[in-house]
C-alpha cells in the first residue's frame, strides 16, 4: 500500500503535488479508501490532475492490450525508410 499522504497544506498547488506523487498507485488501487477517496475529489475538481490520472490510466490499459500487427509489407517499408534516411 503506499502510504498516507496528509492534504494539510491549503493551497491547491501543493495538494497537486501530492496527489502527483502518488497518483500511479492510485490508479493501481494500492492506496487506502480514505485516501483514495480524497485522492478521488481532487481529481473531480483539478483538471490537470484529472487529465494526468487519465493519461496514467491509458498508458497502463494500452500496455496491457495486446501489441497490435503489423503487416510484413508495412515493416519491409520502414526498413527501406529507416536505410534511406541512413544512407546506407
Not at 32 to 51: P, Q, T, V, W
Not at 63 to 87: N, V
Request: with cysteine.
Amino acid at each position: 500500500m503506499i502510504a498516507r499522504s496528509r492534504f494539510h497544506r491549503s493551497s491547491s498547488r501543493a495538494r497537486c503535488m501530492e496527489v502527483r506523487r502518488v497518483i500511479s498507485g492510485f490508479v493501481d488501487g494500492e492506496v487506502d479508501a480514505d485516501f483514495a477517496a480524497k485522492i478521488a475529489e481532487h481529481l473531480e475538481d483539478c483538471r490537470d490532475c484529472g487529465l494526468s490520472a487519465d493519461v496514467y490510466a491509458d498508458i497502463k490499459r494500452s500496455l496491457r492490450s495486446e501489441p497490435p500487427t503489423i503487416d510484413d509489407e508495412a515493416i519491409t517499408r520502414l526498413r527501406e525508410f529507416g536505410s534511406d534516411i541512413a544512407g546506407d
